[in-house]
C-alpha cells in the first residue's frame, strides 16, 4: 500500500488562505503538513494552472471561462481578495510555480488533473510533461489523481512510476476494473459515500481509500478509524 499522510491539505489550505495559490501552500506548510492537494487545469495558451472552476467569478475578480483566456490575462487577475482583503495580491498560479514551491517547502503534492471536455489528453499530458521536467527524482513520487479515466490513461503512460488515483463521487460497481486499467494505487471518493463495509473491502484488496473533503474533527476521527488511508481537508493540521 502506498505511504501516506493522514492529513492532506486541499487546493492548499482552502479554508486558510485563497484555494489553489500560493498563499495557499504556505499557509499548509505552516501547518506542518507533509502534502497537498491541488486542482490543474488549461488556459487557453495551453499552459497549466492551478484552478479548481472552469470559470473565473467565484475565485477572482474575473468573468468567463479559463480556457478561453491566455496565461497574460489570468496573470493580470487578483486571485486573493474574494477570501479576504490581505490576499489581495495574490495570483493564479501556474502550475510551475506550484511544484516549485512545494519544492521549496518540502511539501508532497497531489495533482489533480482537471480537463475542459474535449482537452483531456492534452490537459493530462502537458501538465505531466511540466511535473516531469521540474519534480525531483528523489523524494515522495507525486500523486497524480482525476475523475477522468483517460488522464489517468495519460499519467500510466508519461510517468508510469508515478502513483495513481481514481476520484469519484461514490466508490462504483465497476470500481475494480478501474482501479486495475488504469493502475491505480489510490482512490479518493467523497466521504460521505463512505462506510466502514466499503473502505474494508477496498483496504483489502489491496488499494488505499482517500476521502474528500474533510473539515469536521470528530468526521475525520470516524473515518481514519475505519480504515481511510487520508483525508483531504480545507483546515488541515499534522496531527
Ligand atoms: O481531490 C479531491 C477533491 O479535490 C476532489 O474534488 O472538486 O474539490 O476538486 P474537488
Ligand atoms: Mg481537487
Same mark, same amino acid.
Given at each position: 500500500? &502506498?505511504?501516506? =499522510?493522514s492529513?492532506?491539505?486541499h ?15 504556505h499557509?499548509? %506548510?505552516a501547518?506542518g503538513? @507533509?502534502?497537498?492537494e491541488?486542482?490543474v487545469?488549461?488556459?487557453? *495558451?495551453?499552459? +497549466?494552472?492551478?484552478?479548481h472552476d472552469?470559470? $473565473?467569478?467565484r475565485t ?6 479559463v480556457?478561453l483566456?491566455?496565461?497574460?490575462e489570468?496573470?493580470r487577475l487578483?486571485? !486573493?481578495?474574494?477570501?479576504? =482583503? #490581505?490576499?489581495?495580491?495574490?495570483r &493564479? ?5 506550484v511544484? $516549485?514551491?512545494?519544492? @521549496?517547502?518540502?511539501? !508532497?503534492?497531489n495533482m489533480e &488533473?482537471? =480537463?475542459?471536455?474535449?482537452r483531456?489528453? @492534452?490537459?493530462?499530458?502537458? %501538465?505531466?510533461?511540466r511535473?516531469a521536467t521540474?519534480w ?5 513520487? +507525486?500523486?497524480?489523481?482525476s ?5 489517468l ?5 508519461l510517468?508510469?512510476s508515478?502513483?495513481? !488515483?481514481l476520484?469519484?463521487?461514490?466508490? =462504483? @460497481?465497476?470500481w475494480r476494473?478501474r ?8 482512490i ?6 463512505l462506510?466502514?463495509?466499503?473502505v474494508a473491502?477496498? %483496504? #483489502?484488496a489491496g488499494?488505499?481509500?482517500?476521502a ?6 470528530v468526521? %475525520?476521527?470516524?473515518l ?6 487520508s &483525508?483531504?481537508? *480545507?483546515? +488541515?493540521?499534522?496531527?
Amino acid at each position: 500500500m &502506498i505511504d501516506l =499522510p493522514s492529513v492532506i491539505g486541499h487546493r492548499g489550505a482552502a479554508g486558510l488562505a485563497p484555494e489553489n495559490t500560493l498563499a495557499s501552500f504556505h499557509a499548509a %506548510a505552516a501547518r506542518g503538513l @507533509e502534502m497537498v492537494e491541488f486542482d490543474v487545469r488549461l488556459t487557453a *495558451d495551453l499552459q +497549466p494552472v492551478a484552478f479548481h472552476d472552469d470559470t $473565473l467569478e467565484r475565485t477572482t475578480n474575473g468573468v468567463g471561462a479559463v480556457a478561453l483566456r491566455d496565461l497574460a490575462e489570468l496573470k493580470r487577475l487578483d486571485a !486573493g481578495s474574494w477570501f479576504a =482583503p #490581505q490576499f489581495g495580491g495574490e495570483r &493564479i498560479a501556474t502550475l510551475d510555480e506550484v511544484l $516549485l514551491l512545494c519544492r @521549496e517547502l518540502g511539501l !508532497g503534492v497531489n495533482m489533480e &488533473i482537471k =480537463p475542459d471536455h474535449g482537452r483531456e489528453v @492534452e490537459t493530462a499530458r502537458l %501538465a505531466l510533461e511540466r511535473a516531469a521536467t521540474l519534480w525531483p527524482v528523489s523524494g515522495r513520487a +507525486p500523486l497524480v489523481s482525476s475523475f477522468v479515466g483517460v488522464c489517468l490513461t495519460v499519467a500510466r503512460d508519461l510517468t508510469p512510476s508515478w502513483p495513481r !488515483g481514481l476520484l469519484v463521487k461514490a466508490v =462504483p @460497481e465497476d470500481w475494480r476494473d478501474r482501479v486495475a486499467g488504469f493502475g491505480c494505487s489510490t482512490i479518493h471518493a467523497d466521504h460521505r459515500h463512505l462506510d466502514p463495509a466499503l473502505v474494508a473491502v477496498v %483496504a #483489502q484488496a489491496g488499494y488505499s481509500v482517500l476521502a474528500y473533503t474533510v473539515n469536521d474533527g470528530v468526521r %475525520a476521527g470516524e473515518l481514519l478509524k475505519m480504515g481511510v488511508c487520508s &483525508i483531504f481537508s *480545507d483546515y +488541515p493540521h499534522s496531527s
